[in-house]
């Protein structure tokens, strides 16, 4: 299966994929890697692994409408079967989602519904939660909201601060991520109403 990540950050979430698709029998290949701005990490993991590259800034269009559609085109034209958002920190328009329905994935570093929004550590740490994790979600217009298709807990430990329990959850994330993508790829997903399962649909 072809797959498009668009990161804005550090881009380990990506780096486990291109790990994992070294591999020839891993079901999924990166074939491209997207950012909302050129310094992103990511962009550089991409390069040493070969894959190609593009930018799409918000700053360099005149409203939201013209950089979702050139976000839209710019993924378009590497013909995925499905788009990863892995630490893509912008929410994807009506026009990305309208051309790639169903298809596009995003993690959360939060147990959702829990926790949604750009805080998710320093939230699940603030309420005292003993058990936090990762999301992995089919994205819909709302943020943090759509059908959930994995998840992973890790304990909270009680000297965590914000950087020491995002960094456990990105551990966990990163495997979940490259496990999910690896049967939604082999195996398909389905989604039903809130529920999402791997496979093809059944007989009805
Ligand atoms: C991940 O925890 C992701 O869920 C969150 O930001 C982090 C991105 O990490 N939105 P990276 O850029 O993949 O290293």
Aim: glycine share 10%; proline share 7%.
């Amino acid at each position: 299966a072809r797959v498009v990540v668009l990161v804005s950050g550090a881009g380990s979430n990506l780096q486990a994929l291109l790990d994992a698709a070294r591999d020839g029998a891993y079901p999924a290949e990166v074939v491209a890697v997207g950012a909302d701005r050129p310094g992103a990490a990511g962009l550089d993991r991409a390069r040493a692994a070969d894959v190609p590259t593009f930018v799409v800034p918000l700053a360099e269009h005149p409203d939201r409408a013209a950089w979702d559609a050139a976000l839209t085109d710019a993924v378009a034209a590497h013909r995925p079967d499905w788009v990863v958002l892995a630490g893509f920190m912008r929410l994807v328009g009506p026009a990305f989602l309208a051309r790639f329905e169903g298809r596009v994935l995003n993690t959360h570093p939060a147990l959702s519904p829990s926790f949604p929004g750009m805080h998710g550590p320093a939230d699940a740490l603030a309420h005292g939660v003993k058990v936090s994790g990762a999301t992995l979600f089919v994205v819909d217009a709302g943020v943090d909201t759509g059908v959930i298709v994995a998840q992973t807990a890790v304990a909270v430990e009680p000297d965590d601060d914000v950087a020491a329990l995002h960094e456990r959850i990105k551990v966990a994330e990163r495997r979940m991520l490259v496990d999910a993508v690896a049967r939604i790829a082999a195996d398909g997903l389905v989604v039903s109403g809130r529920h999402a399962r791997f496979g093809t649909p059944g007989p009805v």
